[in-house]
């Protein structure tokens, strides 16, 4: 059976927290709240729709918790609280589309009147899937790598994930799948460069700047 203690506010606070003991050596019962090591401490049912949690490891590292949120029948992966999702949309590369009549419509990617739309970022916090890094920068430019798509900015290239592109997140971080997203800081050595230009040739991109220029190369499979 399952007990569930509730408050909005005050259960959440960094001050609050809950122990239990049994006559089991204590381990009859296990308290979830704010986090838990492992997702076995969570019960398998009976969590209240839409609860979620930290699945926090047990060493000094951040870069691998996790979330939870249970969906009334099953503990589902999902995103940290007060993490943003989106990308403003009126300030990432816009798309033209061909219409019936041979028109070109250029708008935002927004999901409307037949556009994509970027996706969002669903699990993690910022230290297991950080902002993307021309995020409060410019994006120079854009080139196709790998069947990934490459966003050129000031001091790196942020690459798609595999044959989506227009997801720039993880889908997981319980694990690093071969085809996620990659955000690179290119090093220029001694020299601070702003990228502006990438073409790929012969297996390689091909980066430049207006002092300096760099490569960015794979194997086939081009990963993280």
Known sequence: STLWIWNDEEAQADGVRFSSADGRGNEAMKVAHVSVESLSDLPGSGAPNGFSIKVASNDDS???????????????????????KSFDSSTMPHVIIRQSDGTFQCGPCDGNDGRPSFAPRTVGDLNSVPDR??????????????????????DGVCFSEAG???????TTVRQILA????????????????????????????MWSDTAQAVVSGTDIFSG
Do not use: C
């Not at 951040?62 to 943003?84: A, C, F, H, I, M």
């Not at 989506?164 to 993880?170: G, R, T």
């Open 164 to 170: 989506e592109f227009f997801n720039l997140y993880p």
């Open 179 to 206: 085809s996620d997203a990659i955000d690179i800081k290119v090093d220029a050595g001694s020299a601070a460069p702003v990228y502006r230009h990438a073409i790929p040739f012969d297996q390689i991109l091909m």
């Open 62 to 84: 951040d870069v691998d918790d996790w979330y939870v949120t249970y969906d009334g029948s099953r503990w589902t992966e999902t995103l940290g609280p007060s993490v943003v």
């Open 133 to 154: 890094g021309f995020v409060g920068k410019e994006i120079q430019g854009m080139a196709l790598y790998k069947n990934r798509l490459a966003f050129v900015y000031q």
